[in-house]
């Protein structure tokens, strides 16, 4: 069994930050790649940025030079630094991790979801 809890998120005005933070937990042998997705309402999941095994990372355009992703290996955390916050950021955010576990094949996983508001 493998968990990823999210931390962060919220209500924020148009142009401020937010931080969003996951942690797995659970019987983990390693973690291929983690990152976050997104789920407006109406709207199709997309990914917002992944970081891979070897430290590459894959943003979204839509949020290239205004999110941040990093992390934690030790921690088995990921972290997205969002910044100059959009009303079209506002969106359910999902923790993403493609993880091996004990006598298991690799899979994704997915955290419950923060959401993330902007106003404007």
């Known amino acids: 069994q493998v968990q990823l809890v999210e931390s962060g998120g919220g209500l924020v005005q148009s142009g401020g930050s937010l931080g969003l933070s996951c942690a797995a937990s659970g019987s983990i042998v390693s973690i291929n790649a983690m990152g976050w997705y997104r789920q407006a309402p109406g709207k199709q999941r997309e990914r917002v940025a992944v970081e891979g095994s070897g430290g590459s990372t894959n943003y979204a355009d839509s949020v290239k030079g205004r999110f941040t992703i990093s992390r934690d290996n030790a921690k088995n955390t990921v972290y997205l630094q969002m910044n100059s916050l959009k009303p079209e950021d506002t969106a359910v955010y999902y923790c993403?991790?493609?993880?091996?576990?004990?006598?298991?094949?690799?899979?994704?996983?997915w955290g419950q979801g923060t959401q993330v508001t902007v106003s404007s």
């Open positions: 993403y991790g493609a993880i091996t576990t004990w006598g298991l094949l690799p899979r994704d996983y």
